[in-house]
């Protein structure tokens, strides 16, 4: 019988050092011995978004005694692993170097081989982990940097069906929440003030609503927030509130579209498959309301809704390690030790760069 495979997972893309141990079951289940993310929130809140420099400081500060904490947790010695698995992009150079580098100096060190893991991966594949998904299945990846809705055909084996135009989710939410004096992150405190909020007052735009395309654009929605609140100046606490549930509703509608052509046309090409399913990731999935939007659009065409526990929906790197398994488990090749870090690295390498795409850089 084979035997249990175990990884250590590094990330360090963005604004959360990580580091987790990660096991894969001879019947493929995994099973997460240990999950230790720091986030620097506080470091950039100050900033309103996240600093490079600040970020890759942190990370270095973080990452050793965060990996010696992972190991800990797991009873498993570096030795004793199967292999390392570090995020090699996208994000921020200067922390993925942090990671990669270190990712390197372990494996190297202990002979081990290693797995430099596109992040976005990491988002893909967690559902498999957390709920032994197969292939293939769409996901809808919504944080600060992306938004992407993306066939899942296999391990390595992805297909862009859809982008962002211009600005991510995430950032819309966090730019509508600094423009009514909300603080950062966004997301959160515009979901806070649209509970007591009319979705009804204010109409704004659904950006491509009615293409056929699949692909989405939210900087529009962001200059009618901007026009709406200095339209009616003085903002009160209750304006802020009706902006931030007609801002939620004009998103909730917008995926409801987007996303609803995205399960038609993976209907009509996969017409033999009976397990359909969307996956979500990403901080935005947080969202109480796009989730039931979505969760009830699955029910209505017949798709299984899969919205992984909070912590693996947001950057982690259980996902890191568990992309590492998968690649070992499917024979993969490890990655040579000259493997260079990459801001930009898209899943689909045949999808096109849209304008604007991924304007803030790095973040997924
Ligand atoms: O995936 P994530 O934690 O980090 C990266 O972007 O890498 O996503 C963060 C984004 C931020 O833009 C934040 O405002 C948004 O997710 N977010 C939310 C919610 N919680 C976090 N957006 C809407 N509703 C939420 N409840
Ligand atoms: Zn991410």
Request: neutral net charge; glycine residues 10%.
């Amino acid at each position: 019988m084979p035997a249990i495979q175990s990884i250590l997972g590094i990330e360090t893309s963005c604004d959360e050092t990580a580091a987790a141990v990660v096991l894969r079951h001879p019947d493929g289940r995994g099973e997460i011995v240990s999950n230790v993310v720091l986030s620097q929130l506080e470091e950039h809140s100050a900033y309103g978004g996240v600093v490079p420099e600040i970020a890759a400081r942190a990370h270095v500060e973080a990452l050793d005694s965060l990996i010696a904490e992972a190991l800990l947790q797991s009873g498993k010695t570096l030795g004793a692993l199967d292999a390392i698995a570090a995020t090699a992009g996208p994000g921020l150079i200067g922390g993925l170097i942090v990671g990669l580098m270190t990712g390197k100096a372990i494996a190297r060190a202990c002979d081990k081989p290693l797995f430099a893991v596109n992040h976005l991966e990491g988002h893909a594949l967690t559902a498999r982990l957390t709920d032994q998904l197969s292939f293939p299945y769409l996901m809808l990846l919504v944080s600060g940097g992306h938004t992407q809705l993306i066939l899942v055909r296999g391990v390595g084996d992805y297909e862009r069906w859809g982008t962002t135009i211009d600005d991510a989710l995430g950032e819309a939410f966090d730019k509508t929440a600094k423009l009514l004096g909300l603080p950062y992150p966004g997301g959160p405190a515009v979901e806070r003030a649209a509970l007591s909020g009319n979705p009804k007052r204010f109409v704004f735009p659904r950006p491509l609503v009615g293409e056929t395309r699949l692909d989405f654009s939210f900087s529009g929605l962001k200059t009618a927030v901007r026009q709406a609140a200095t339209s009616i100046e003085p903002v009160t606490e209750a304006d802020v509130a009706d902006i931030c549930a007609s801002f939620q509703n004009a998103v909730s509608r917008t995926l409801k579209d987007r996303i609803g052509r995205g399960l038609e046309r993976f209907s009509a090409e996969f017409p033999a498959e009976k397990a359909r399913a969307l996956v979500v990731a990403g901080g935005v999935a947080a969202n109480r309301e796009l989730r039931q939007t979505l969760s009830d659009l699955c029910a209505a065409k017949g798709f299984r809704f899969v919205a992984p526990p909070h912590a693996l929906c947001t950057d982690n790197a259980a996902m890191i390690a568990w992309a590492g398994l998968e690649r070992l488990a499917a024979g993969l090749s490890p990655d040579g030790f000259d493997t260079q870090p990459r801001s930009r690295w898209p899943l689909d390498q045949k999808a096109e760069t849209l304008i604007g795409y991924g304007k803030r850089g790095a973040k997924a």
